[in-house]
């Protein structure tokens, strides 16, 4: 089945350790998104990819680094934790032609203590 | 600069109710306007979406109505039950081909309850 998976769904960690929060789709899209969601609800673009070896900076100035080396995987790293990186992270995935619409994945809620 | 503006940001409504959700933009070339729904511990799901050449859109209770002239959506809950209750995003993008294109623009969410 086509999907989006993200891992872990919740991760607990200490203050300066580094982290990689993993994201791999099954249906062949080239546009790949990281979304930072507040407690607030709002969504808040991190990083986007429109395909391999391509990333792009979002809306929102983050710490965090990402890769686009396969198709299907779209790793989102903090070198060095901090409390204030604690919040839900969402992939989402997306075609290259229309219609647009983004698949999520169903989140990592992230709390660095 | 919020490209899509979404209000209220929290709804409460009692079951059989009509809920309504309003947004609005300013940049023109959109031209694909899906609505999210989002359940807690979940990512947002697509619930349906429309483009500016028809006014109004139903898929079962759920219904988007659109103004290109005044550049706003809603998204109407009929019959409103409990399971409805959830967050909801309008969104809007430009379509086309390009790499660039297809990014989606998020309103804030409006949170939704539905009393029994």
């Known amino acids: 089945e086509a999907d989006i998976y993200q891992t872990p769904r919740y991760l607990v960690i200490g203050t300066g350790k580094k982290i990689t929060l993993e994201c791999s789709q099954t249906?062949?899209?080239?546009?790949m998104y990281w979304y930072q969601q507040d407690p607030g609800m709002e969504l808040h673009l991190i990083h986007y990819?429109?395909?391999?070896?391509?990333?792009e900076k979002g809306d929102l100035s983050s710490e965090s680094t990402v890769s686009r080396i396969r198709t299907e995987h779209f790793p989102l790293t903090l070198e060095s934790a901090r409390p204030s990186h604690t919040s839900q992270y969402l992939c989402?995935?997306?075609?290259?032609?229309?219609?647009?619409?983004?698949?999520f994945g169903s989140g990592t809620r992230l709390t660095v203590v | 600069q919020q490209q899509v503006k979404q209000s209220p940001q929290s709804l409460i409504v009692q079951k059989g109710g009509i809920p309504i959700i309003n947004c609005a933009y300013e940049n023109t070339a959109f031209d694909y306007f899906p609505w999210y729904q989002q359940f807690p511990g979940k990512g947002p799901a697509l619930l349906i979406a429309i483009r500016p050449d028809v006014s109004e859109k139903k898929e079962g209770r759920f219904t988007i109505s659109f103004n290109k002239s005044a550049k706003q959506f809603s998204l109407h809950i009929m019959d409103s039950q409990p399971g409805d209750s959830a967050t909801y995003f309008c969104?809007?993008?430009?379509?086309?081909?390009?790499?660039?294109?297809?990014?989606?623009?998020f309103g804030r969410g409006t949170q939704l309850t539905v009393w029994p």
């Open positions: 989402a995935s997306s075609a290259r032609l229309p219609p647009y619409g983004y698949t």
């Open positions: 249906m062949g899209h080239d546009k």
């Open positions: 969104a809007a993008s430009i379509e086309g081909r390009g790499s660039t294109l297809g990014r989606l623009y």
């Open positions: 990819s429109y395909g391999v070896n391509s990333t």
